[in-house]
């Protein structure tokens, strides 16, 4: 691969009543906005710690990114944007820097460096790499780009359990190369965030 590596995080500005609609209406507003604040500072601060890649925050909305800063100094600020989250990141992936790109959201609270370092890892003989989601969507997503960057983010069906396989069909169609990670679950809705607490307690 040549040129630098670039992580991108998707979020939205941790604002009362604006993220997690899903999850606050199944544990309320206040516990889902305070669920989203402190896993986007977790998740931040822990993937800011690596040297490997260069950091960058894609915001929602656009206006977040001149408002009160709640994101480590590693990370540079980008606006998302308008669109579909398909437009938004296939936007965030145009403006990078030569190199491979990897995008992430914030909906997994057990995102690690080491799923980061094995993304990049696998877009040394990989054209693109997923990190599977168990409702069907992914957690991540990264492109080689070189020679060119496919067209990963067309024709999807967005939310809904058919993202990930919409992804593959289209792509190897297309020949490219395609590697997955782990399978790790998004905590959107109250019995994934039931189910992802009761895994914390037994760690304790």
Known sequence: MSGERHLVVFAREPVLGRVKGRLGRDIGVFAATRFYRQTLAIVLNRLSRNRRWRCWLALSPDSAIIRHRFWPKSFRPLKQ????????????????????????????????????????????????????AADGGYWLVGARRTPA????????????????????????????????????????????????????????
């Open 149 to 204: 960057t496919p067209d990963i983010f067309s024709g999807v069906r967005w939310s809904s359990q058919h993202t990930l396989q919409d992804s593959l069909t289209k792509l190897r169609k297309e020949g490219c190369k395609v590697a997955l990670l782990e399978t790790l679950n998004d905590i959107d809705d109250g019995a994934a965030f039931a189910k992802w607490s009761r895994s914390k307690n037994k760690c304790v």
């Open 81 to 132: 944007g308008v669109g579909d989250i398909g437009e938004r990141m296939k936007k965030a992936m145009a403006q990078m820097p030569p190199g491979p790109v990897v995008i992430i959201g914030t909906d997994v609270p057990d995102i690690t460096g080491g799923h980061i370092k094995t993304a990049f890892k696998a877009l040394g003989n990989h054209d693109v790499v997923f990190g599977p």
